[in-house]
């Protein structure tokens, strides 16, 4: 692993972005966005630091209880108006952000780089997916939500529709890793389905989700349709589970689970979006210059915080040796760094949590007899919280390791003789996010993913064809969640199915004139027919 700290910076490499004030400008736009959230008189305050340095980013009202209900309040009374705008209206609004989140994507990279210390390629992969999911509502959601005409109960006389009403006021609590995609893809939906929202992204990257809410009011959204709360869930968490219509959250296993256990007393909907610990399958025909290149995107790409990231790599025996040296060869040269620039591959972790729970991680797997075959130690010379991509083999069940997430630039390598090993090793975890299989024969790749417990898989690549795919939903099974975003499900869920049936002539019972055991043989003999009717 090298560090960027040394070398000379390059054109785009402003002043005092390296191991100096990072993201100066970013600093000075701190204020006005943190004038968008949800304030009151009184309210607390929180100061935010930049994982790069340490140093200070923000100072961000803290909403109360009450301030947080009080969203809510005007999310219900705005909710009518926004409902009431076409789908076609809303749709334009998200195709005006996507031009904008492209045209100004400079200052949501550097937003992103400085609150969450990625490098700039894995913030670049924000911008796109924001983009993607603008793109991919704003041209779809008419057709997705558009009422469809049902085979009534009699037929000519009876007319069915089920409609897609929106819920009403959606809460979405967001976390920390992915503040502009995650936003995007939790967000857009909601409000293309005719809801209005109420958001709580995590404080550590709140600028960023301020960012895209600004964006979103330069492209014509009322400002109550979408507000933001920002505070710790254990103050406001209760206002968003008890005032919402629906919860979107996305987060950590145990924090889902309490939240559905609170949710399920109001009989509201909610979707889960939470923890994995994702395998990669490597067949023997895999070609290994390219697998191990993939792992290296998928396990390190934000510095391993992404959910559906590798962690744990099963490699045929044949060719283990091969892809070992070469996935740690394409580890050890990937540079880290702290410049607003694109020089570096891979950035910092994002809060002190996370480097203690990744250090944990390395130190326990080394005390279980792990091997460290890349990294595995922290670089405070390059900023507090950066900490190397590291390979670990030889890790035994017991290590924390072996079957807990990390969320953090770890990843273990095993070895496996048969097929059916590999996918029985893959799927033995109480996670089922998202999982890799790489081989040169797509069709047995493809057989091999349909029995993987996963909601995504992907073929030939780590996790981003189905992330940048936003057509087809993404979520979890298992532990890892309950519900989908993306696609029409993303959509869907934000709407409550209406069915509307207008019954026209004949009743369906029997007029007093016809004895009912006449009526009940004449509608068997009806029954029978109707099964033979075509297009039904
Ligand atoms: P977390 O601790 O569960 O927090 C997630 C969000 O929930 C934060 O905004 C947090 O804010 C809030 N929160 C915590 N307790 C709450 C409560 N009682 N009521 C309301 N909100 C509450 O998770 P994290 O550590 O930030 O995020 C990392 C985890 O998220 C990992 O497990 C990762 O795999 C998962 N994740 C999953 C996906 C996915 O799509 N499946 C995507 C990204 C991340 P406060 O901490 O300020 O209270």
Not at 69 to 92: D, G, H, N, Y
Not at 212 to 217: D, M, Q, T
Not at 259 to 267: K, P, Q
Not at 445 to 468: S, W
């Amino acid at each position: 692993m090298s560090s960027m700290v040394d070398k000379p910076a390059e054109p785009d490499s402003r002043p005092g972005t390296v191991g100096g004030v990072v993201g100066a400008p970013v600093v000075a736009r701190a204020d006005s966005l943190a004038e968008r959230a949800v304030r009151g008189p009184g309210a607390e305050s929180v100061t935010m630091t930049a994982p790069f340095t340490g140093l200070r980013t923000a100072v961000l009202p803290q909403a109360s209880d009450r301030l947080a209900r009080a969203a809510f309040a005007r999310a219900r009374r705005a909710q009518c108006s926004w409902a009431a705008t076409s789908v076609a209206q809303r749709q334009r609004i998200l195709l005006r952000l996507h031009e904008l989140v492209l045209s100004r994507q400079k200052e949501g990279l550097d937003l992103v780089q400085v609150e969450a210390g990625k490098a700039r390629l894995d913030a670049f992969d924000e911008i796109s997916a924001t983009a993607l999911v603008a793109d991919y509502y704003g041209r779809h959601s008419a057709r997705l939500l558009a009422p469809r005409r049902a085979p009534g109960a009699l037929p000519l006389l009876t007319r069915a529709t089920h409609l897609r009403q929106p819920r009403g006021v959606v809460g979405i609590i967001s976390p920390w890793n992915y503040p502009l995609a995650l936003t995007a893809m939790d967000v857009l939906p909601a409000l293309a389905a005719g809801n209005t929202v109420v958001q709580k992204p995590d404080n550590q990257t709140a600028l960023s989700a301020l960012w895209l809410h600004e964006l979103a009011g330069e492209a014509g959204l009322p400002r109550d349709a979408w507000q933001i709360v920002l505070g710790r869930g254990s103050v406001i968490g209760d206002a968003i589970v008890e005032e919402s219509d629906y919860v979107c959250f996305t987060g950590s296993t145990p924090t889902g689970k309490r939240l559905a256990s609170a949710i399920a007393g109001r009989l509201t909907g909610y979707s889960l979006e939470l923890g994995g610990k994702n395998p990669m399958i490597v067949l023997p025909d895999a070609d290994v210059a390219k697998a191990a290149a993939g792992a290296v995107t998928a396990c390190f790409s934000s510095a391993g915080q992404l959910c559906v990231s590798v962690e744990r790599i099963y490699v045929h025996d044949s060719i283990r040796d091969r892809f070992l040296a070469e996935f740690a060869n394409r580890t050890n040269a990937l540079t880290m760094g702290s410049a607003l620039d694109y020089r570096a591959g891979m950035g910092s972790l994002t809060t002190p949590e996370q480097l203690r729970a990744v250090s944990d991680h390395v130190a326990d797997a080394r005390s279980h007899g792990a091997t460290v075959v890349a990294g595995g130690n922290a670089r405070p010379d390059i900023g507090p919280l950066f900490f190397e991509p590291t390979i670990l083999t030889d890790v035994p069940e017991e290590a924390a390791v072996f079957a807990n997430e990390t969320f953090g630039p770890v990843t273990s390598v095993y070895g496996y003789s048969d097929v059916e090993e590999a996918i029985e090793k893959a799927n033995a975890t109480a996670f089922g996010l998202n999982a890799s299989v790489w081989s040169r024969d797509t069709r047995r790749a493809r057989e091999i993913a349909t029995r993987l417990k996963a909601g995504t898989v992907n073929v030939n690549e780590g996790y981003a064809a189905t992330f940048g795919t936003v057509g087809v939903p993404m979520g979890g099974m298992k532990d890892s969640g309950v519900g989908r975003r993306n696609g029409a499900e993303g959509l869907l869920k934000y709407t409550e199915s209406q069915s509307i049936a207008i019954q026209r002539g004949l009743r369906l019972r029997p007029p007093r004139t016809v004895h009912p055991a006449m009526w009940t043989a004449a509608l068997t003999a009806g029954l029978r027919l109707l099964r033979r009717l075509p297009g039904r």
